[in-house]
């Protein structure tokens, strides 16, 4: 029980480390006894006398704690989702922005900064609502140029997705020469970071998290059984045409709501599953839910960095996860090499 229970635990503490380092670290030093003690002080029925820095408490529960929390949920988002791509594509280089969730959500987000629609629609910032409903009217496209008859095969998903964020990404960079005035609001969201402050982008991302984790860590047997190919998983009686619908919703409407707040962030999605099946093996039962806790750790990790590095300038999450990604996967596929991970 104990060796079934430890990979969790080490992944808990190593996130709720980088917690505490992330919410603490910046131009105030916040000390963690004063972070644990102020956290503790907002719970219904507790009451601790504030002789904390009232300062302190401002940046924590109105700046650094939402952004933290946003990052987190990021990093999960994508860390799961990249896992279900992989185990549904049978493909070790896929990752969430496969089928074009990455190539819609930033179309939309150029198209609502290059036209300049009306600042919110809702209650909610136009331009990551029009990012995540650019992702999943392209994920929508993909899947139905992709179907054959009644079934959805995975190499014909592959090739749409390609031909479609081939076609999205052209326009992309079409409005971007068009449009030099936003150019660099459009640049600093196609390769990530987290300019949205406050708890909204937090409340408007967590339902969709919520619903699209639990599939995807639900469907872990099937995952498994996926792997054999499509013909033995039918003759062991798994609905795998209703398994894929599941898996590529649960994972599209999780990485579009988290790129729609993020911008695009490369690597996590790719790197994290595979570390995560390296040291913890290939179950997609435990798998899953693995990398999402250690993907929102990493993601809390280099956001910390992001910040910090060049203050009081900050640098683009994305850069940082593309500079330590690109090599850290190389790592990986040179070790992939001698031990039969796939």
Known sequence: MLRRISPYLWCILFLLLVLVISTGVGAIFIPPLDILRILISKLPFTHISPDWNQTSETIL??????????VCLTGAALSSSGSAYQGLFRNPLADPYLIGVASGAGLGAILAMTFRFPVTILGFTLVPFAAFLGALITVVVVYFLARIGRST??????????????FTSSLTT???????????????????GF???????VLALLPYFVIGTVFLIALGRPLNVLQFGDDQAMQMGL?????KLI???????????AVSFSGIIGFIGLAIPHLVRMI???????????????????LVAA?????????????????????AGAPFFLWLLRRAKKAAIW
């Open 153 to 166: 095969p995975v190499t014909t998903l592959i090739l749409a997705g390609i031909a479609v964020s081939a």
């Open 195 to 201: 300019s949205i402050g406050g708890w909204k982008p």
């Open 303 to 323: 956001d910390t960095l992001a910040r910090t590095i060049i203050a009081p300038q900050e640098l683009p999450v994305g850069i940082i996860t593309a500079l």
């Open 61 to 70: 529960i109105q700046i650094r704690l939402p952004r933290t929390v946003l």
């Open 174 to 192: 079409f409005l971007l020469l068009r449009s030099q005035g936003e150019l660099h609001r459009a640049v600093a969201f196609l390769v990530g």
């Open 239 to 243: 609905n795998v045409e209703k398994v």
């Open 247 to 257: 898996l590529i919703l649960g994972a599209s409407i999780t990485t579009a709501a």
């Open 280 to 298: 913890w093996g290939p179950d997609y039962r435990r798998l899953t839910p693995l990398a999402a806790i250690f993907g929102a750790a990493v």
